[in-house]
């Protein structure tokens, strides 16, 4: 986090949490945290998922011919490691498979163009910029997987848009994670260069695996419903009321 939003967080946070009549944690794994930071509230915190906004497919796609990134550029979405990564993967693989980047600024001094053209990766990756939710579906239903092995995610919403549109998921083997991609992702160790490596080559090579990890990847995201989190909200909006 940036300086300026540690200090804000520190001094917002615990006087919002004792205020709250109920606190929704969009995963079990936030709300693990918010019990252990803040013991008192424990009692009040209950976990309501998230959902895709993009409409689900019913079969998969095509098998996808690029590897995506999407989110924010900053140091917790561990593009850097991304990159170190993928340098790795291109030196053993026989078929290497371009990666797109797209995602506004967010803050830290990561320069992309730079890293890229230091890497020799111009034709390799494509950077995008921000994408309006409108181009985000093709974007997903056309990648052979998201990448998303960030350094932490409190959802990680990124998984279950990619999940919507029939697409693997490479990403980190720890919290929010590994609880919202279960077994429709290939886990990883987000500061293991090699694991990730290892991954993108999974995926460049075995067709077998990425059809089975559509399969489930398109089970897993009826899992994830805006019409479930709005009952679970209403009922425990109404259960407040009724105490």
């Known amino acids: 986090m940036t300086r300026s939003g540690l200090l804000l967080e520190r001094v917002l946070t615990p006087p919002t949490l004792a205020a709250a009549d109920a606190v929704i944690a969009v995963s ?17 915190v209950e976990t309501i998922y998230e959902a895709p906004f993009l409409e689900p497919l019913v ?50 001094r990561m320069e992309l163009e730079s890293v890229i053209e230091e890497y020799g990766f111009s034709g ?17 239903l056309n990648a052979r997987a998201l ?40 886990l990883v160790d987000p500061e293991n260069i090699e694991d990730m490596a290892t991954a993108f080559s999974l995926l460049s090579d075995n067709l077998a695996l990425v059809e089975q990890l559509q399969l489930r990847a398109l089970a897993r995201a ?5 019409d479930a989190a709005a009952e679970q909200t209403l009922s425990l909006m109404e259960s407040l009321l009724a105490s």
């Open 59 to 108: 079969e998969p796609g095509p098998r996808g011919d690029y590897f995506l990134f999407v989110g924010t550029i900053e140091p917790r979405k561990n593009l850097a490691r991304i990159l170190d990564a993928y340098a790795r993967y291109s030196r053993v693989s026989n078929q290497m498979i371009p990666l797109k980047i797209c995602g506004g600024k967010g803050w830290g």
């Open 124 to 140: 390799q990756v494509e950077i995008l910029g921000y994408v309006s939710d409108a181009d985000l579906p093709d974007l997903y």
């Open 147 to 186: 990448l998303i092995p960030s350094l932490y995610e409190g959802f990680g919403l990124p998984i279950v848009e990619a999940f919507s549109q029939g697409t693997p998921v490479i990403t980190s083997n720890r919290g929010a994670m590994e609880e919202i991609a279960g077994d429709a992702g290939l």
């Open 28 to 44: 079990n794994s936030t709300r693990s945290e918010v019990r252990e930071s803040f013991p008192q509230c424990g009692s009040k």
């Open 222 to 226: 009826k899992l994830f419903s805006w």
